[in-house]
T-cell receptor, first 113, second 114 residues
């Protein structure tokens, strides 16, 4: 069961513009959501997270927005830089119950100079 | 501090063989999770261990198994390998399990089954 979905396999943006990566989920019991970035030949690295009680969390150029009614979250990168080119994974977890974290299929972001 | 170490980095095996992958978590981390990454499928959860106990298991056949040792190091084993088992296997460590602070992942073991 794909509880976390990233429907866009790829996204290409120009350097300096905004990148918006989207993620949908089906489990309304998820307590927090995370974004990871992955470069080739490396493991994913944690980027930013948000609790289900919030609708926005910002860290530098990265902002995550959560719309619980739509079961949708997005990651905004402003301004985008060529070094941001990577695969971005959305993940979610339910506190205490399952001891696992569910990941989406990933979106490959390419930032063109 | 040292990160999560996975060995080996690359592995080529023949169908029908078995394989053991190793993961050393960050010192002090007691939870280890394993994921399989394949193109288009993202990261699929295999299992999670905490203090030598498997707390949760994903939807994989019984050919996939794991264990955790008293020093929190973990191994996963795949028996009777199939071509479809070719993937990147990732290990993730954390203090106590999933949290809003995320996991620390290793670089993975790339398994190719021929």
């Amino acid at each position: 069961d794909q509880q976390v979905k990233q429907n866009s396999p790829s996204l290409s943006v120009q350097e300096g513009r905004i990148s918006i990566l989207n993620c949908d989920y089906t489990n309304s019991m998820f307590d927090y959501f995370l974004w990871y970035k992955k470069y080739p030949a490396e493991g994913p690295t944690f980027l930013i997270s948000i609790s289900s009680i919030k609708d926005k969390n910002e860290d530098g150029r990265f902002t995550v927005f959560l719309n619980k009614s739509a079961k949708h979250l997005s990651l905004h990168i402003v301004p985008s830089q060529p070094g941001d080119s990577a695969v971005y994974f959305c993940a979610a977890s339910e506190e205490g119950n399952n001891n696992d974290m569910r990941f989406g299929a990933g979106t490959r972001l390419t930032v063109k100079p | 501090k040292a990160g999560v170490t996975q060995t080996p980095r690359y592995l080529i095996k023949t169908r029908g063989q078995q394989v053991t992958l190793s993961c050393s978590p960050i010192s002090g981390h007691r939870s280890v999770s394993w994921y399989q990454q394949t193109p288009g499928q993202g990261l699929q959860f295999l299992f999670e261990y905490f203090s030598e106990t498997q707390r949760n298991k994903g939807n994989f056949p019984g050919r996939f198994s794991g264990r955790q040792f008293s020093n929190s190091r973990s191994e996963m084993n795949v028996s009777t390998l199939e071509l479809g088992d070719s993937a990147l296997y990732l290990c993730a460590s954390s203090l106590t399990g999933p949290s809003i602070y995320g996991y620390t992942f290793g670089s993975g073991t790339r398994l190719t089954v021929v």
